[in-house]
């Protein structure tokens, strides 16, 4: 299995910054995945983002709001712009293993104030 | 709206009692099946997964999902739950050609 590691671990931002989360995987990967979970909630799929193309976005989400970068196969940004309180939320990232298997970063817990 | 559902928000149980998750989706096509679990302050792992034949299938620490087609379930199983088997879990579930969808979670917790 992948091994994922995502920065940082948690922020507070103050509403109306950004923060870009970082995701580092320990092998190349095509398919990579951002996840939002809401306090006491399931996930919720932003996007998926491969090497080499746009990020394509779920029902919801938006590009301007949630840009994405995704400059190789092992790495990956997801930037919260313009934060609100309502953004407040664990942001996962997650990567396929080639055998239709996510497998899911620690985390990084968003508190917005 | 094709969905995930699972049974139950919140199961509390105690030691050695036997534990089933219920997990129902609406996909009717071929789907690609898993539970994860969260453990307080850890990462979702993966516990289990259901791809295709044997509809009984094994994960780690003694769980196991049986996948019934007919009526569109992946409920999880544990003949005798510990109290280390306290956190939220998953199911998941992969339509071909699709992505993931998650149901609300089930936390469970069990008591010493």
């Known amino acids: 299995s992948a091994v994922i590691s995502q920065k940082p671990s948690r922020d507070i931002c103050q509403r109306g910054t950004s923060l870009t989360i970082q995701c580092q995987v320990d092998?190349?990967?095509?398919?990579m995945f951002w996840y939002r979970q809401q306090p006491g909630q399931s996930l919720t799929l932003i996007a998926t983002?491969?090497?080499?193309?746009?990020?394509?976005?779920e029902s919801g989400f938006v590009i301007d709001k949630f840009p994405i970068s995704r400059p190789n196969l092992t790495f990956s940004t997801l930037t919260v712009s313009n934060m609100s309180p309502e953004d407040s939320s664990i942001y996962l990232c997650?990567?396929?293993?080639?055998?239709?298997?996510?497998?899911f970063g620690p985390g990084t817990r968003l508190t917005v104030t | 709206a094709q969905s995930v559902s699972q049974h139950n928000h919140h199961v509390i149980l105690s030691e050695a009692a036997s534990l089933e998750l219920g997990c129902n989706y609406s996909?009717?096509?071929?789907?690609?099946l898993f539970w994860y679990v969260q453990y307080p302050g850890q990462h979702l792992q993966l516990l289990l997964k259901?791809?295709?034949?044997?509809?009984l299938v094994k994960g780690i620490k003694g769980f196991e999902a049986e996948f019934i087609k007919s009526k569109f379930s992946f409920n999880l199983r544990k003949p005798s739950v510990q109290w280390s088997d306290t956190a939220e879990y998953f199911c998941?579930?992969?339509?071909?050609?699709?992505?993931?969808?998650f149901g609300p979670g089930t936390r469970l917790s069990v008591l010493p």
């Open positions: 997650s990567v396929d293993s080639g055998h239709a298997e996510q497998y």
């Open positions: 996909y009717g096509g071929t789907v690609n």
């Open positions: 998941a579930v992969n339509p071909y050609g699709q992505n993931f969808v």
């Open positions: 092998s190349q990967v095509t398919m």
């Open positions: 259901y791809f295709s034949g044997d509809p």
């Open positions: 983002a491969n090497q080499g193309s746009e990020a394509t976005y």
